[in-house]
């Protein structure tokens, strides 16, 4: 086994290991136990009582967190001439399509979001091999393919992150930064956990959350109470 660095001891040894935590009470305890240098992302990973591989059991949506990420979101809008402005006054990084397409098609991917418009999306299809792996590909389900660009903009540069369940049945979102308040931190993964809550899959049997786990980028795990979901 790997030997514990001395932060790492430190801090899982504030970690107790039988507790489940209060929303509240994680929000703290992981800005106590980050030793990171830089400003590290905290994260949730909710395990959920689905079959991903069943389509009817998929779950995929998107949420607007009220207190953002703390990221710098960089928005690649592919977009024709006549919505160019618009997406440039919205606050999008990249504005274009054509040498974007070709940018894309040679590998190039340095974004975290794409936004464009249905007209557009025909074009994008023989480049789901580069934007697929990478969760690129804009969808309308999460709001990404739509004719009001500055609004679809305006929102994934405000918080609004989209989510879909991995093959083992885990939801992973980054929902801050350590260097938030621990009432932001505990504000955003509510807003998460409720919208979770909403869209529970009628086909899903049992027990829909099974276990919620938050830790920042390189610190342990804190398991958290799952009555905060209320299923």
């Known amino acids: 086994m790997a030997k514990l660095t001395k932060n790492r001891k430190e801090a899982v040894a504030k970690i107790v290991n039988t507790k489940f935590y209060s929303l509240s009470e994680a929000s703290k305890l992981v800005k106590e ?32 967190l009220p207190h953002g990420t703390g990221k710098d979101v960089k ?13 440039t ?3 999008a990084d990249y504005v274009g399509l054509n040498e974007y397409l070709d940018k894309i098609k ?16 025909g074009k994008l299809g023989p480049l789901g091999r580069v934007l ?7 969808n309308p389900k999460t ?25 083992t049945g885990i939801v992973h979102a980054a929902i801050g930064k350590v260097s938030f308040s621990a009432d932001k931190i ?17 086909a899903a049997k ?12 390189m610190s342990p795990s804190i398991a958290i109470d799952l009555k905060v979901a209320a299923v």
């Open 75 to 87: 928005v690649l809008a592919l977009v024709t001439p006549d919505k160019e402005q618009e997406a």
């Open 106 to 121: 040679a590998g190039w991917t340095d974004v975290d979001v794409i936004i464009t418009m249905p007209s557009v999306m």
């Open 33 to 64: 136990i980050s030793n990171t240098k830089f400003d590290a992302s905290v994260d949730i990973a909710v395990r959920l009582g689905v079959d991903p591989k069943k389509a009817n059991q998929m779950v995929r949506g998107v949420v607007s």
């Open 186 to 202: 505990e504000g955003n993964a509510q807003e998460l956990l409720s919208t979770l809550v909403k869209l529970k899959p009628t």
């Open 132 to 138: 697929g792996p990478r969760g690129l590909m804009p």
């Open 206 to 217: 049992g027990v829909y959350m099974k276990s919620i786990f938050m830790s920042s980028t």
């Open 143 to 167: 709001g990404t393919v739509t004719m009001d660009i500055a609004k679809a903009v305006s929102e994934v540069k405000a918080g609004k992150i989209d989510f879909k369940v991995d093959k």
């Open 89 to 91: 006054d919205a606050g």
